[in-house]
């Protein structure tokens, strides 16, 4: 078919150029010095992009961040507060659990945030410091929703609780601001193919100083995800336990030059929202049949969207059916919804390297799949790109 598949899944994202081109450069000696600096320029920018004390890397997909948090930062048995906002925290504390650790679940209605006062009250009432700390999703990908991560950290202080804040931010770093310093965080995951650009493979938990200190009194068996030689690596191939995933390196900093090219990761972030809020006002202007999942606009994530359509369910149409006609027929890609959605929602993803006609031509590309399927619905389009170009003026500013 000519012309691009637009990618509107959650992860993988779009790939930029530059950082596929990094992908083609031939291997290096990882033993070199200019190797050594080359990784230590990169590292320098990732701890003042993640606002962090260290930053540690796994040549693997997110689940190998979730389990290194865990194993550096738990002992067996022990308790850790694990908010259950979706399929992606469910499958966390499924970890946790299988590891020999002892999540506690804090229930959440899957269209919000965790209750920062049911959070509270769950510290509160643990008198002796059992748990661990908060373990929680800033953005919880299946559902569409973000942690008011500043709520969760006054809830830890307020209650007295020294406790740790870790925070899976593998779809929402580059996307919802989470500077770890600033907002008294002591981890947060990252993950290479959501808001980071690259394919999957490799992905990150950036550290405060409490955790590096909390790391060290950690007796869990681990080698391969262990913190210790990682922290201060008097080489390059401790950083990584075993060989650098050089052509990775190679594209990670070409991914770090684009977020730093556009303005640093509030420029990014800021774009983020004004996507996420044209898809949202998009789907309100469909109409009666679709709603935005997350209900509240402050609890809305600015990487996805999870979009209940009951509207198609009821005129006969299967979900599945639409997702497929909208990839192979009008190469827009979406993501089915997850758990209890599965028949009635799907998710678009819009996270990435993306840019305005790109967002509306995938939003175009599911009216026309609307239509095809003789869905009753009010396009959006107009909506949608009046609040993409609400902010011109901010925009004239700058170049001027
Ligand atoms: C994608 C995602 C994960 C899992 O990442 P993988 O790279 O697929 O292992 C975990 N948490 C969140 C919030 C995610 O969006």
């Known amino acids: 078919m000519p012309g691009r598949t637009f990618i509107h899944n959650p992860g993988p994202t779009n ?35 993640f606002d962090a004390h260290r930053v540690m890397a796994y040549p693997a997909v997110g689940h190998g961040a979730w389990e290194a948090t865990l194993v550096n930062l738990v002992e067996p048995g022990q308790k850790l507060l694990l908010p259950e906002t979706g399929l992606f925290s469910i499958r966390w504390a499924d970890m946790a659990r299988k590891l020999g650790f002892d999540p506690q679940p804090i229930a959440v209605d899957y269209r919000r945030a965790p209750d920062p006062a049911l959070i509270h009250a769950a510290l509160v009432a643990d008198t002796d410091h059992e748990l661990v700390g908060v373990f929680v ?21 307020s209650a007295g609780h020294p406790g740790l804040l870790v925070v899976d931010a593998i779809a929402g770093f580059a996307t919802d601001p989470v500077p770890l310093n600033e ?29 590096v200190q909390h790391n060290k ?53 800021a774009r983020h929202r004004r996507f996420a809020d ?36 009821d005129q006969g149409v299967e979900i599945s059916d639409l997702i497929a006609l909208a990839r192979d027929r009008y190469n827009v890609s979406i993501a089915p919804a997850m758990l209890d959605m599965a028949d009635r929602a799907f998710r678009i993803g819009h996270l990435g390297d993306l840019n305005e006609p790109m967002l509306i ?20 389009l107009a909506a949608a790109t009046a609040v993409l170009v609400s902010e011109r003026e901010r925009f004239c500013d700058q170049q001027s």
């Open 15 to 49: 790939i930029p150029d530059s950082v596929l081109e990094a992908f083609r450069r031939p291997s290096v000696d990882f033993g070199s010095a200019d190797f050594a600096n080359f990784v230590n320029e990169l590292w320098i920018d990732l701890e003042q992009l």
């Open 137 to 157: 999703a800033q953005t919880e990908t299946s559902t569409g929703t973000l942690a008011d991560i500043a709520a969760i950290r006054e809830a830890l202080d």
């Open 183 to 211: 907002l008294g965080i002591d981890v947060v995951l990252a993950s290479s193919q959501k808001g980071l650009m690259m394919p999957p493979g490799m992905s990150f938990s950036a550290l405060s100083e409490k955790a």
């Open 217 to 269: 009194t950690v007796g869990t068996p681990r080698y391969f995800w262990s913190w210790d030689e990682r922290i201060d690596p008097q080489w390059v191939y401790q950083r990584f336990c075993g060989t650098p995933p050089i052509q990775h390196l190679f594209a990670l900093r070409a991914a770090v030059d684009l977020l730093l090219d556009e303005g640093g990761l509030d420029a990014v972030c």
């Open 278 to 313: 044209a898809v949202r006002v998009c789907v309100e202007t469909w109409g009666e049949g679709f709603a935005v999942n997350a209900t509240h606009r402050d609890e809305q994530a600015s990487a996805v969207t999870c979009v209940l359509a009951d509207g198609i369910v």
């Open 361 to 380: 031509g995938a939003l175009g590309g599911l009216e026309c799949t609307f239509r095809d399927l003789e869905v009753g619905f009010t396009s959006g």
